[in-house]
């Protein structure tokens, strides 16, 4: 029956995506306000957005335990999958991937688990190479040998519109936020090849911020050929479309795979208004 495909909520897809593609999605867990959720199942990006802006603490969340993911493969083994990639946020980031290695040893079925370096739009390019190679019949370890290649050549960045998450998490001190808030001065950020979120650059306002995206997709263009853009974004939909206008703006021709409201474990470190672009190569 081929494999199947698992991720884990801070993949931010849609739970259309997730059924379009026939995805298995294992949720975080959110504490936020006093109150814990599941990510994606018993709160929305936006209601989470919502309950960010009212709360004194920054939010927190938690990987899901080993059982929720044990549940999640066996039911597949039931269905009569052969096999099973499992592909979750960064382990820098979370112990998600542990929580899924760990249940992988406790089931009958092969599974295959995999650290995506990365989290949210540039996670979700991954796993849509991953639900193409499924479609297209490879085998687990063909799968497994691909995705694994293709990982290093997709790349996130993302840039905050309010650098208060960045104060309340200790990332900035407040002269630099002051400094930075005076100067209109938006920091943009990207995964590192093990998914650490570091410093890429810096930009003039979001004006700025879509220039220098518009700039590293023609670069990207340039020297890998046409590419798959995912876009996401912190409550910020018009500065998606402003992106798309600029990148149409500058001819840039590129696979347009969605866009998506990032989940609470990018949110919660850039804040409202955040925009974020993700890349990957059209043929791989």
Do not use: W
């Not at 709360?55 to 493969?73: H, I, N, R």
């Not at 190479?129 to 694994?148: P, Q, V, Y």
Request: charged content about 20%; overall charge negative.
């Amino acid at each position: 029956m081929g494999f199947a495909v698992v991720v884990d909520s801070t993949i931010d897809m849609s739970a259309e995506e997730y059924q379009a593609l026939n995805i298995t999605m294992v949720p975080l867990n959110i504490l936020v306000g006093g109150s814990e959720f599941k990510d994606q199942v018993e709160i929305s990006s936006e209601e989470f957005y919502q309950r960010m802006s009212e709360a004194e603490q920054l939010p927190k969340t938690a990987q899901p335990a080993p059982y929720d993911f044990v549940q999640a493969y066996e039911r597949l083994a039931k269905e009569g999958y052969d096999g099973i990639v499992s592909l979750h946020i960064a382990g820098v980031l979370s112990g998600t991937v542990e929580s899924a290695r760990a249940a992988a040893a406790q089931v009958d079925i092969d599974v295959r688990v995999i650290d995506s370096a990365a989290a949210s739009a540039q996670a979700a390019l991954q796993a849509k190479h991953l639900c193409s190679l499924r479609d297209a019949g490879a085998t687990l370890d063909e799968a497994e040998e691909s995705l694994k290649a293709y990982i290093p050549n997709t790349q996130f960045l993302v840039a905050c519109d309010t650098l208060e998450n960045l104060l309340k998490g200790g990332r900035l001190s407040a002269d630099q936020v002051k400094n930075a808030s005076l100067l209109n001065i938006k920091p943009i950020f990207t995964f590192n090849e093990t998914g650490v979120l570091v410093a890429f650059g810096k930009a003039k306002g979001m004006r700025g911020v879509v220039k220098q995206y518009v700039a590293n997709a023609q670069k990207r263009t340039e020297e890998q050929g046409k590419q798959r853009i995912r876009f996401c974004h912190v409550g910020n939909e018009q500065g998606v479309e402003d992106l798309r206008a600029a990148l149409a703006e500058a001819g840039v021709e590129y696979i347009d795979e969605g866009a998506c409201p990032c989940g609470a474990t990018v949110a919660t470190h850039l804040g409202m208004g955040a925009l974020g672009i993700a890349f990957a190569p059209a043929e791989a």
